[in-house]
T-cell receptor, first 113, second 114 residues
């Protein structure tokens, strides 16, 4: 079974709708992250969480919110989706050790019409 | 502010030829540096990382990278490319607390010709 799972894997929605993307991990890591990937722009950090009570904004947090429901779960919400939020979204986890790698989920492809 | 530059958007290499992908970073302290690979339709997989010690690091799939502080570079190399290496490659620098929030470059797409 995958260590980092994301649901849904694909989602098409309309402008103005509220959308939640979910991420779960079985690696026992404290740290979790949400990135978005746009062609030619690489990955940009949206939010990250170092533990259940710690949430931090990343490079591009406007228009997004997150919830860390438990150590293993980290959800990303778009309160009112807009077309320029069409992108591939990745969740990642890390142990928090210095230099520790991040482990990525398979991604959620979101299309906002 | 931390940043990562990958100067080459797209590179084509013949199968069996050597490969070098460039990465330059901007960071105020000793950086944590990573190379990730993304195959089509897949998530990201770590190839290798540097955060201290030997400046030449070995990774999976026959890749290596060399950290050069004087040039602020962390270039990825492979002596002989296989068709299965065709993918997108991302260099990243670790920022924030203990360097675990990653700042990514925009990526280099590698095509392999036969």
């Amino acid at each position: 079974d995958a260590d980092v799972t994301q649901t849904p894997r694909n989602r098409i929605t309309k402008t103005g709708k509220r959308i939640m993307l979910e991420c779960s991990q079985t690696k026992g890591h404290d740290r979790m992250y949400w990135y978005r990937q746009d062609p030619g722009l690489g990955l940009q950090l949206i939010y990250y969480s170092f533990d259940v009570k710690d949430i931090n904004k990343g490079e591009i947090s406007d228009g997004y919110s997150v919830s860390r429901q438990a150590q293993a779960k980290f959800s990303l919400s778009l309160e009112s989706a807009i077309p320029n939020q069409t992108a591939l979204y990745f969740c990642a986890t890390s142990s928090g050790l210095a230099g520790g790698e991040q482990f990525f989920g398979p991604g959620t492809r979101l299309t906002v019409l | 502010a931390q940043s990562v530059t990958q100067p080459d958007i797209h590179i084509t290499v013949s199968e069996g030829a050597s490969l070098e992908l460039r990465c330059n970073y901007s960071y105020g302290a000793t950086p944590y540096l990573f190379w990730y690979v993304q195959s089509p339709g897949q998530g990201l997989q770590l190839l290798l990382k540097y955060f201290s010690g030997d400046t030449l690091v070995q990774g999976i799939k026959g890749f290596e990278a060399e950290f050069k502080r004087s040039q602020s570079s962390f270039n990825l190399r492979k002596p002989s490319v296989h068709w299965s290496d065709a993918a997108e490659y991302f260099c990243a620098v670790g920022a924030g607390q203990a360097g675990t929030a990653l700042i990514f470059g925009k990526g280099t797409t590698l095509s392999v010709s036969s």
